[in-house]
């Protein structure tokens, strides 16, 4: 054998570079294994490489957004704001992979195109799409739940004359769309971010929207030294009570009423307050049953459409831009900083293409059934292929056996979230039937690889080759995912969440929404009971 082939025999490759790529080299490397992550970006940072369109910002404040594996690094990092921008996340993911010297274990710049499992081997063959080849007992995909974007399939795009832009592949140089007149397709949390910074600049920017969705205000500011340092001085404390919480997040406190527990005038005072506070958490927790309990949701859903008549002057705007369609929150609820208030400008045009859908991209702008919009710049906020997508975007298979793309044809299923039945010793960070996009991803990412970690310590102790879900324990699990999900309101909307944004995607509701904390204690005593529902030998 080569020294070259030899060198590329890992124990475990990583795919994907982002927070859950870059913790799970760094445990699995301190215990001794022989780790490599492969990475399509030239840099780390996962989905905070590609977002970096203007107005990129977190939904969860900083102070929480943070590993907490490390006491020295969270009490030596500065975050400058409360819910930090793209570029501070970035910055404090490079100085991570530089703390804790994991480039050298990182190859970039290495797309993935297969995988596939030997079981006379018990090892994985993974080929990059330039024709690297690599070897490993196990697989670990770290590729994000929001990392295959979407460009809906507009004739006429490629004869555009102007720049075009999707939010989740922005260029790293700034784009100055000073005196231009744009067009942005998609309000959802990347669309109702970027217009208002998109706004300043523009000679004219005309918003395309199909669906009017909730924002909520950010109430962003400035990180005040004295709010860390009190933060820091308990930080084990907070991300201790973190983990006894649904999402992850220690900052609020779990609501004790019911909407209907308040007359209105209280419980408009209540969601005022909540509204005051900024944050989507903040708001969802205004009471416990917002999202089990549709009258409790209109109520919520009615107090944001009166701040929306409230704040946009023009009423037929206004009217254009309330939700009507989704119980409030089923969506990812958005966060935003002058969103609402960016359709007062006279430089910006709300335009219906629910009514007048696109019809095509032409060589100088965008037409829909009524009209045609002159463009120079064409953005696409218009989301992902999500939870699924990056995953079955490598074509996944066992030799002489079964293909992902087969097993998941009718929707994604897995045990925990984590594993997938007929495909050993491959596991999944923060995959479709565990919480992740319904919580902070990075308590998620943490609790995933350390239960990973555990089990590939197990496997070792015990001279184990191979770990696969048994399928009757995957089928339980998915059946539990989706009762839990059908006793809350979230399946009322067509979100990214049940596959609903992609055309032809089986619709199956893929996050498991009984919170991180309820999860957390299943995959402990799923574990303590020898790893209960997986077969090990
Ligand atoms: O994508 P989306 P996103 N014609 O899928 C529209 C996370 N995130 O990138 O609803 C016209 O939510 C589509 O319209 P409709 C967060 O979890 C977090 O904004 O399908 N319009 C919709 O308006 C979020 O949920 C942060 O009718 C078309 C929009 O495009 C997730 O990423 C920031 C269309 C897509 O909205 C995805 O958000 C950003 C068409 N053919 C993102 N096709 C924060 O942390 C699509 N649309 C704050």
């Given at each position: 054998m080569s020294s070259e082939l030899r060198d590329k025999q890992y124990d475990v490759i990583i795919i994907g570079a982002g927070f859950g790529g870059m913790y799970a080299l760094h445990r699995l490397r301190k215990l001794g294994y022989r780790v490599r992550v492969l990475e399509a970006?030239?840099?780390?940072?996962?989905t905070w490489y590609w977002n970096?369109?203007?107005?990129?910002?977190?939904?969860?404040?900083s102070l929480e957004y943070s590993?907490?594996?490390d006491d020295d690094l969270q009490q030596q990092w500065d975050w400058p704001e409360r819910f930090s921008a793209q570029p501070d996340i970035e910055k404090y993911a490079n100085h991570v992979a530089d703390r804790f010297d994991l480039r050298k274990d990182i190859q970039f710049s290495t797309r993935i195109a297969s995988a596939e499992f030997d079981n006379e081997e018990a090892s994985w063959t993974i080929r990059s799409v330039d024709g690297d080849t690599f070897t490993s007992q196990y697989l670990v995909l770290a590729?994000?739940?929001?990392?295959l974007p979407r460009v809906p399939d507009f004739p006429g795009l490629n004869e555009f004359k102007g720049r075009w832009f999707h939010t989740g592949q922005w260029p790293k140089e700034t784009v100055d769309f000073s005196g231009r007149t744009v067009g942005v397709i998609g309000t959802g949390s990347s669309g109702i971010q970027l217009i208002p910074i998109v706004a300043q600049q523009a000679k004219h920017l005309y918003v395309f929207q199909r669906t009017a969705n909730y924002s909520v205000p950010a109430m962003n500011r400035p990180l005040a030294a004295d709010v860390a340092a009190k933060h820091k001085a308990q930080y084990r404390t907070w991300r201790d009570n973190a983990k006894s919480t649904p999402f992850g997040i220690a900052g609020h406190a779990p609501p004790?009423?019911?909407?209907?527990?308040?007359?209105f005038e209280q419980r408009r005072r209540l969601f005022e307050e909540k509204w005051e506070t900024g944050g989507n958490i903040s708001f969802l927790y205004a009471y416990k049953d917002l999202l089990t309990n549709e009258q409790a949701n209109d109520m919520a859903c009615d107090f944001v459409r009166d701040k929306i008549r409230g704040t946009v002057k023009d009423p037929s705007t206004a009217e254009l831009l309330i939700p009507n369609d989704h119980p409030i929150?089923?969506?990812?609820l958005c966060l935003d900083t002058n969103y609402y208030e960016?359709?007062?400008?006279?430089n910006v045009s709300l335009v219906n293409v629910r009514k007048a859908p696109i019809e095509s991209v032409t060589v100088n702008g965008l037409r829909t059934t009524e009209a045609e919009y002159p463009l120079d710049d064409l953005i696409f906020?218009?989301?992902?292929?999500?939870?699924t997508g990056a995953i079955l975007d490598i074509d996944i298979s066992v030799k002489g056996g079964a293909r992902l793309e087969d097993a998941w044809r009718d929707g994604p299923k897995t045990y925990l979230g984590v594993m997938v039945n007929g495909f050993p010793n491959m596991s999944i960070i923060?995959?479709?039937?565990?919480p992740s996009v319904k919580t902070n991803m990075i308590s998620a990412i943490e609790q995933h690889v350390d239960w990973i970690t555990d089990l590939v310590e197990h496997m070792s102790s015990k001279g184990k080759a191979k770990f696969q879900a048994q399928p009757d324990a995957q089928e339980n699990w998915v059946q539990h995912v989706n009762e839990v999900a059908d006793s809350?309101?979230?399946?009322?909307a067509n979100s990214w969440y049940t596959g609903a944004?992609?055309?032809?995607?089986?619709r199956v509701f893929m996050p498991?929404?009984?919170g991180l904390d309820k999860y957390r204690k299943i995959c402990d005593d799923v574990a303590k009971d020898g790893y209960r529902g997986v077969t090990i030998e």
């Open positions: 970006a030239d840099g780390v940072g996962g970096r369109y203007p107005g990129a910002r977190c939904d969860v404040e590993y907490s594996f590729v994000g739940n929001l990392s004790e009423k019911f909407a209907a527990d308040d007359e929150g089923t969506k990812r960016t359709y007062n400008r006279d906020a218009t989301g992902y292929d999500a939870m923060t995959g479709p039937g565990s809350t309101l979230y399946p009322k944004n992609i055309p032809g995607k089986p498991y929404v009984a």
